[in-house]
Nanobody, 124 residues
Framework: QVQLVESGGGLVQAGGSLRLSCAAS????????MGWFRQGPGKEREFVAA?????????YYKDSVKGRFTISRDNAKNTVYLQMNSLKPEDTAVYYC????????????????WGQGTQVTVSS
């Protein structure tokens, strides 16, 4: 079993920043590609960012967050991060991290393990 726990969500003003963290269990964290997804009120869950396994050299982003969000990983800490800058009200959502024991993908269905989510609310 792989357990994922997100943290770092909160209420911020538009233009502000948050850093989300996702702590993973297990000793094989480095072999998992990781992704961040979000689900706004009344919306489908959507891809936000993903990072490849091991060194994480391959990263992918939803177009609307490019230049504002950065995904990274620290394998020594079994943690993946999502640094979110220049936040907009439309970024308001529950953010989920996900793990995949394979190469990176942007597809929601490609991920096997999910965290419980952390709420991000951006006020105007």
């Amino acid at each position: 079993q792989v357990q994922l726990v997100e943290s770092g969500g909160g209420l911020v003003q538009a233009g502000g920043s948050l850093r989300l963290s996702c702590a993973a269990s297990g000793r094989t964290f480095s072999s998992f590609a990781m992704g961040w997804f979000r689900q706004g009120p009344g919306k489908e869950r959507e891809f936000v960012a993903a990072i490849g396994r091991n060194g994480g050299g391959n990263t992918y982003y939803k177009d609307s967050v490019k230049g504002r969000f950065t995904i990274s990983r620290d394998n020594a800490k079994n943690t993946v991060y999502l640094q979110m800058n220049s936040l907009k009200p439309e970024d308001t959502a529950v953010y989920y991290c996900a793990a995949r024991p394979s190469v990176v993908t942007t597809a929601l269905g490609g991920y096997d393990y999910w965290g419980q989510g952390t709420q991000v609310t951006v006020s105007s």
